[in-house]
């Protein structure tokens, strides 16, 4: 039997908590389908449909937190480099819809808050980090995976807060003893570390793509490409 | 795992896997709703959702040791669960000589209660619907093309990925690496970029070849099955509408 996981699940948040990210997954979704729409050519389809597969699989290594609180990679990095920020939300959000339908992996009725978390706050934060260390940090492939580290580490641990936010706003059920403070240590620890498998792996990932088909790399446009090709040879 | 089949798909022939995907995902969608709008106090509810959630079954043929055996998905978090009447605070009982949170056990109960019935709602939806149907239902229910063409490909790669994964472990092994347990995860780690690059060429071409041949997002109507009418509304309706009116109930009744 294959690991599977829960992210956030049902019953964990209280109905206008639940009700209110809904309305703002459902808005960031409706902002990145716009976008998004724009941006999918016929380069970027099959790779937003395999940043997704990749997702989906590295989403299965994972653990428990807290009670129906589980920790484990987001990928909204990954596809914020690689597929940009608007599809690149589609696509955490897509793993995130089929897993709670078909894996029973993450409540149905906690996908707002899911989405809003993983989906549309980690990848917003990964790209806006990665918008302003490309440009500061020097055009190579270390300074590239410097950008992939530290989006990966930031953008987890702001997702995992922004659990803490909406647990404090709404929480249905009491999950440890020390309230609140101790809910936001165990999220932060924990997710400073699968930040950094994260920053790992993607940093891997989208330097390899980025040394043979720097073309398909997202972040990428718009920036002067001969430097990381060149070092590569 | 492939697209069409998965370890939580029943490969079966009953009603419920007849059905139409949009009503079954509607059904389940708002069966869930209803559980976790119900105030948690309310412990009979919980008793008659568990009993709505039968019929589903049965009409699917659903073996319940096959059900029982993927509910286990959720032990984690139901050892977990049981720590809150311990941690809890607030008023205290007495219960064979452990003092328990009555908050705890409430809280327990909630998380408990309301996530095994949303895992037995799923699970018995990805039980009667493949991945495939699951898209095409939500592209009928009015879900953004954007969004079903890029789950159509995610389901698709996910072959594609597990298939170069295994040729380049193949390519690996034949060329004298020899991996036992952890070991196994340098050269993994070292190919990851590799294989997303090969899983992309492999990908591109699957896709040009598609529009070639006239894909414009969205795969032909005729693949599909019938979409749902009236009747097969009616009959997904036999589970979430009662659960709806349980919510109801205990809302008022509290």
């Given at each position: 039997?294959?690991q ?26 409706t ?9 999918l ?7 937003a ?7 989906f699989?590295?989403q ?7 009670p ?21 939300a589609?696509?955490v959000s ?23 978390n993983?989906a549309l ?28 580290v530290?989006?990966g ?9 922004g ?20 809910i ?8 400073a ?13 989208v ?17 002067r490409?001969?430097?990381?090709v060149?070092?590569a040879? | ?26 059904a ?5 709703v209803?559980?976790?709008?119900t105030p ?25 040791g096959?059900?029982g055996r993927?509910?286990w ?5 139901v ?6 009447p ?11 000589g452990?003092?328990?949170?009555v ?9 408990l ?20 149907d699951?898209i095409?239902?939500?592209?009928r ?9 890029i ?8 072959d ?6 295994r040729?380049m ?20 780690a ?13 990908g ?12 414009d ?8 099955g019938p ?6 509304w009616a009959a997904?309706a036999?589970?979430?509408l ?13």
């Amino acid at each position: 039997m294959e690991q599977l996981a829960l992210h956030i699940s049902n019953g964990v948040l209280g109905g206008p908590v639940a009700a209110a990210t809904a309305v703002v997954a459902a808005v960031g979704l409706t902002l990145c389908v716009q976008r998004g729409r724009r941006d999918l050519d016929d380069r970027l389809a099959p790779m937003a449909g395999l940043v997704a597969a990749f997702i989906f699989a590295v989403q299965m290594l994972n653990f428990p937190v807290l009670p129906g609180v589980s920790g484990h990679l987001l990928g909204g990095t990954l596809a914020a480099l690689l597929v940009g920020p608007w599809v690149g939300a589609l696509c955490v959000s897509i793993v995130l819809v089929v897993q709670a339908l078909m894996f029973a992996d993450g409540g149905v009725t906690a996908l707002g808050a899911n989405i809003t978390n993983m989906a549309l706050l980690n990848t917003a934060v990964a790209y806006l980090l990665i918008v302003v260390l490309l440009r500061v940090l020097p055009r190579t492939p270390a300074g590239l995976a410097a950008t992939a580290v530290v989006a990966g580490v930031v953008a987890v641990v702001a997702a995992a807060l922004g659990f803490v936010l909406q647990y404090a706003l709404g929480g249905a059920t009491e999950l440890t003893a020390g309230g609140l403070g101790s809910i936001a240590a165990v999220m932060t620890g924990t997710h400073a570390l699968i930040g950094i498998g994260e920053g790992v792996i993607t940093a891997v990932t989208v330097v390899t793509v980025a040394k043979t088909r720097p073309d398909l790399v997202y972040a990428l446009r718009g920036l002067r490409k001969p430097d990381l090709v060149e070092s590569a040879a | 795992m492939g697209a069409g089949h998965h370890v939580l798909h029943l490969d079966a022939d009953s009603p419920v896997h007849r059905l139409a995907p949009e009503v079954k995902v509607a059904a389940t969608v708002l069966f869930t709703v209803a559980v976790v709008a119900t105030p948690r106090h309310v412990l009979w509810a919980f008793g008659l959702y568990a009993l709505l959630l039968v019929v589903p079954a049965v009409a699917a043929r659903v073996p319940a040791g096959w059900l029982g055996r993927r509910v286990w998905i959720e032990a984690p978090f139901v050892l977990l669960a049981f720590a809150l009447p311990f941690a809890g605070t607030g008023e205290r009982v007495d219960w064979l000589g452990l003092s328990l949170s009555v908050d705890g056990l409430y809280g327990a109960f909630n998380v408990l209660a309301k996530g095994t019935l949303g895992v037995v709602a799923s699970l018995l939806l990805a039980a009667t619907t493949t991945p495939r149907d699951l898209i095409v239902g939500l592209d009928r229910l009015r879900c953004p093309q954007v969004f079903t063409t890029i789950a159509t490909f995610m389901l698709r790669y996910l072959d594609v990925l597990v298939g170069e994964a295994r040729r380049m472990r193949v390519a690996r092994l034949s060329r004298g690496d020899d991996p036992r347990f952890l070991w196994q995860l340098r050269g993994f780690a070292a190919g990851i970029g590799a294989l997303f690059l090969r899983a992309y060429e492999r990908g591109e071409r699957v896709y040009l070849a598609m529009v070639s041949r006239g894909y414009d997002g969205r795969m032909p109507d005729g693949w599909h099955g019938p979409r749902a009418g009236v009747r097969q509304w009616a009959a997904a309706a036999l589970v979430p509408l009662p659960a709806v009116g349980i919510a109801v109930a205990a809302a008022v009744l509290g």
